[in-house]
């Protein structure tokens, strides 16, 4: 998953240095230690014949193959053929690596420098320092490109071996050549790691008393952190509140249900859990009997996943909250961590049960509907230009398709977007350049392209054209939404 | 891969009853047991170490997965994690009932009926059935399609699913109720299944005393095969020889070297074999000195893999063939089939060697590059037209580009095929719906499209259009080429 802010467009990478993928919902119930020494049924685990057949496999190519063969990595082979014959996309091995990463991303927190960055023109380019982090500290500023880390260069990285080597243990000195947008000769850095905390809630006030907070996963303290902002807003007088959870992958099950309980009334329920062999579990709202008295509505879309769901699913139908956007991602089950059983700092992330709403509905690959079905703008999730040619009259592909999105989308209307440039086509294409000062050819030429690409991610990022956003905003300013607890 | 003939247009799958996929270049070196009592070194296979981790993960899976888990599926999901993770397409684990189509397939027979069918509109049909088989003598025609076996309806099933309900054992009966074009009432037919050999060789001679020789897999047999038919043609005087290798997967390394030796002369290398950490091993031919006296034009492809191109390497080297095509498939190592190592019935295929041309060329990921470069006509490998919508003027989309390199290739040129539909376009519509005697509307309705993909398919079928095949023919008629022994 990739922040929202710049995934839309150009396929562009954001992630905070230290940051990674997360899809899961873990940290409820792990379990006793397994191997010989687990209390559960004697009848598990693998059998002597089983025993037999994987060493033969594994000596067969040992002796056998046409190249050398790392044995290690056929152990690993053989852990992540056990764990993928379940064909559950949830469930997964980490070696120790990658489990130190999945741990960090859940947690929070990881140890670097602080800055967000993203690949930009195939630059490791700042997006922003994250407040009070020795990247900030340091004077590292948005827009910087990082070229080097301890006199290696990260030019042609991919952005998560780039972002590998710019993290490093709590304490150790690293050191960053910056080139500074308007300076010419690059700048020297010396930046001591930190812990560095992921902000993963953000809130504002909106006139008119409706509060936003948006919330970009649930991590360890990212409950915390909503309380915190939530009671801010309430201090302030909210009249309406947002809960944002466009493109928020999910987290941990504790984090969401105690974030649930602010809206749900005591002794109602916030989510239920189905394990094999078990009785349904049901998690009841342990908050006050005192409601808010303010309605809610909360934003989704094919990226809100798994706690996501979870908080849009308990908010609708125990709390009266209105879902607006689009269709959720679809992710039912709870997974849990289980570290070090099958090698020290490895993890096995393992699905352990399904989770099903309030009303006991099992929305896996089917995701939550919204209330009111509100979509972005076509330009949101266009694709890039390919810029290795000039595009022109009568030419017919995806990437005039892409041109014609875009222009429409800036108001140079096409009347058609099939990728077939027409006149109409050229028209707008010279308008768009006319405006831009650019040399009016009404062909599509890399300058062009790179121009409508610009220009389009600025459309994408200006916050008048978030029509989600906007319309939650305009129906809880209307006031034709009932409180949240009146449902 | 699937057969040349109708593997081209609409992605119809034709195989033969009791056929299948075969990409391997196996029988070769089939070593000793592995194991406990391998002789091969002592430190290899598992460690007690990774044993408990295997055995750990098979355990917390089976105790804690949230549905029910299949004990056999985890074993074999272990297996196929080993081999996956050498990441080599060619080294595979088949569980015994994939085993034995493979070995079937190998050797180039099964026990059915031996009827070669195809999926037509949905419905398996009878390409041909093979001469002297039960189904031929049963009546069994082409073109009849197959309704229902043993009672049960073929309707809805894949070609695969389908040939593996008409197969069975050596003389069972099955009862195959029939469709046959013309006839109103559907056909009931006993047939007593056999043994089936494969035709893997199909040889005819031309005019001017050119002789072809297609050849479709190395199977067990195709050798003898081979040089049976190739002494015929030699026998009726033959001046020039295509051995036609296009979409050939390949077969068994001791068959491709026995027939290579009728062309190499005595002594010269046909193939190089290099396992690891061992001498490299050389094949050289064993043929008589006594040379071919006209010249041997190869056909290749795309589809032209494995033994395909020792063969085409081997006479293009070391017997001063020409290669005309295109470019081949490159697949430059050699398989081993393990049997029953990792259960009964079952199979490890492993990569246990690299080839290297008589010349020393490992043509890995690269193929082999014809002499000559000649391709088959674009509507050759045109995609289907989506029959689920009428296409019409200005319109735009895949589906209109398939159908304007379809009507180009039939002589109805549209210009342009990018899938625009413009005048030209339109215009060219109305000629084959004139030529057709179809209502004449300008639009691509359904029943037009079925018309189209029908002709074409004809056009694809028609020697007259095989243009790879009648520019070798030429090029031998015209007795520019060298007799292949003067290389």
Tied chains: 1, 2.
Excluded: C
């Excluded at 007088?237 to 249900?257: F, W």
């Excluded at 409601?291 to 989704?300: A, E, G, H, N, R």
């Amino acid at each position: 998953m990739v922040k929202k802010r710049t995934a839309v467009l150009l396929v562009i990478l954001a992630m905070i240095i230290g940051g990674g993928a997360m899809l899961a919902l873990t940290n409820y119930p792990i379990f006793a230690s397994s191997g010989a020494s687990s209390s559960a049924s004697a009848s598990t685990g693998l059998s002597r014949v089983d025993m037999n057949k994987l060493n033969a496999a594994v000596k067969l190519i040992e002796d056998n193959y046409y190249k050398e063969v790392d044995h290690e990595k056929l152990v690993t082979g053989a852990i992540n053929g056990i764990v993928g014959s379940l064909e559950d996309p949830y469930s997964a091995y980490m070696p120790a690596e990658q489990a130190s990463e999945f741990n960090e991303s859940i947690q929070g927190s990881f140890t670097g420098i602080g800055a967000e960055v993203e690949l930009k023109n195939e630059q490791v380019t700042v997006i922003s320092p994250i407040k009070g982090s020795p990247a900030e500290k340091a004077g590292v500023q948005a827009k910087d490109v990082l070229l080097s880390v301890d006199g290696e260069s990260l030019a042609g990285l991919d952005l998560q071996t780039a972002v590998s080597k710019i993290r490093g243990p709590k304490g150790s000195k690293v050191t960053v050549m910056i080139k500074r947008p308007g300076t010419q000769d690059p700048i020297k850095f010396e930046i001591t790691r930190s812990d560095i905390k992921l902000e993963t809630v953000n809130a504002r006030m909106e006139d008119g008393g409706i509060g936003i907070i948006e919330v970009t996963q649930f991590s360890t303290n990212t409950g915390e952190r909503f309380k915190e902002e939530l009671s801010k807003l309430e201090q302030k007088g909210m009249e309406g509140l947002v809960i944002d959870l466009r493109s928020n992958p999910g987290g941990l099950l504790d984090v969401v249900v105690d974030m649930s309980k602010e809206f749900v009334p005591k002794g109602s329920i916030i989510v239920q859990e189905e394990e094999r062999g078990v009785a349904r579990k049901v998690f009841r709202s342990s908050g006050t009997a005192k409601l808010k008295d303010y309605p809610v509505t909360v934003l989704i879309n094919g990226g809100s996943a798994s706690a996501s769901e979870i908080m849009a699913g308990a908010l609708q139908e125990s709390a009266g909250a209105k879902l607006l956007g689009e269709n959720s991602f679809g992710k039912g089950t709870v997974q849990t961590s289980v570290p070090n059983e099958l090698g020290k700092g490895t993890l096995l992330k393992l699905t352990i049960a399904k989770w099903l709403t309030p009303d006991a509905e099992w929305i896996h690959e089917k995701g939550i509907k919204p209330d009111e079905k509100v979509s972005q703008p076509d330009y949101f999730t266009v694709a890039p230009i390919n810029k290795e040619k000039t595009w022109k009259s009568d030419m017919n592909n995806e990437s005039i398709k892409s041109a014609q999105v875009m222009l429409s989308g800036l108001g140079y209307d096409t009347k058609r977007k099939d990728g077939y440039f027409d006149a109409e086509t050229k028209k707008q294409v010279q308008a768009f350049q006319q405006a831009q000062k650019m040399t009016v050819s009404g062909m599509i030429d890399e300058k062009t392209a790179v121009a409508l690409e610009a220009a389009t991610l600025e459309a994408i990022t200006d916050p008048a054209n978030d029509t989600q956003l906007n319309r939650a905003i305009k129906e809880l300013k209307q006031g034709t939404l009932a409180p949240a607890s009146n449902s």
